[in-house]
């Protein structure tokens, strides 16, 4: 398994930006599909973006446009943008590694908050 190190949390305000890093413990990343997931209170968790290891990038169309997902094979990080922020957003957000033999990892998770 890959050990996943979120930052980046915080609270903002609606229409705000917040920035999602994530470094993952391999030497291998760039043969990992890389994501992100949430989950908000009394919800299941939730695909938010994946990054490929092919390249090839999937939203929630409850983000498409507004979240952007990216990663850093150099650097083992995959990053999530977020923008135009809405109160719904508010959840803990999980890093989302899959391997190719289908094992998968998750982070700690890191709270986002979007608030007035």
């Known amino acids: 398994q890959v050990q996943l190190v979120e930052s980046g949390g915080g609270l903002v305000q609606p229409g705000g930006s917040l920035r999602l890093s994530c470094v993952a413990s391999?030497?291998?990343?760039?043969?990992?599909?890389m994501g992100w997931y949430r989950q908000a209170p009394g919800k299941q968790r939730e695909l938010v973006a994946i990054?490929?290891?092919?390249?090839?990038?999937n939203y929630a169309d409850s983000v498409k446009a507004r979240f952007t997902i990216s990663r850093d094979n150099a650097k083992n990080r995959v990053y999530l943008q977020m923008n135009s922020l809405k109160l719904e957003d508010t959840a803990v957000y999980y890093c989302?590694?899959?391997?190719?033999?289908?094992?998968?990892?998750w982070g700690q998770g890191t709270q986002v908050t979007v608030s007035s």
């Open positions: 989302y590694a899959e391997g190719r033999t289908g094992t998968t990892s």
């Open positions: 391999t030497s291998i990343f760039s043969n990992y599909h």
């Open positions: 990054s490929t290891r092919t390249g090839n990038t």
